[in-house]
Nanobody, 122 residues
Framework: QVQLVESGGGLVQPGGSLRLSCAAS????????MGWYRQAPGKQRDLVAI???????NYADSVKGRFTISRDNAKNTMYLQMDSLKPGDTGVYYC????????????????WGQGTQVTVSS
């Protein structure tokens, strides 16, 4: 079994910053990719940023230049540094990981965290 646990959400004023963390634990052989998704009230869950392998990164156009995704492979932890936050960034942020599991990594699957609320408001 694999668990993903997000933390770091909260209430922040426009222009402020937050740093989200996603820690993966369990029967992990290797992590193929990790990403952050956002779901605003009444809307679908959309990709915000993804890191593939150790260093390939992609961002949604709406967050380019403001958000930075990173990963600590030794800790199986991913981060999302969010700067210059806007009210439109409000939503529940979910961590997703594609992980090879077991002693040999012969199995793989997609795993989701429980989500962390980010609210940008004055």
């Amino acid at each position: 079994q694999v668990q993903l646990v997000e933390s770091g959400g909260g209430l922040v004023q426009p222009g402020g910053s937050l740093r989200l963390s996603c820690a993966a634990s369990g029967s992990i052989f290797s992590i193929i990719a990790m990403g952050w998704y956002r779901q605003a009230p009444g809307k679908q869950r959309d990709l915000v940023a993804i890191i593939i392998g150790g260093d390939r990164k992609n961002y949604a156009d709406s967050v380019k230049g403001r958000f930075t995704i990173s990963r600590d492979n030794a800790k199986n932890t991913m981060y999302l540094q969010m700067d210059s936050l806007k009210p439109g960034d409000t939503g529940v942020y979910y961590c997703k990981a594609v992980i090879r599991t077991g002693d040999t990594g012969s199995s793989s699957g997609n795993y989701w965290g429980q989500g962390t609320q980010v609210t940008v408001s004055s």
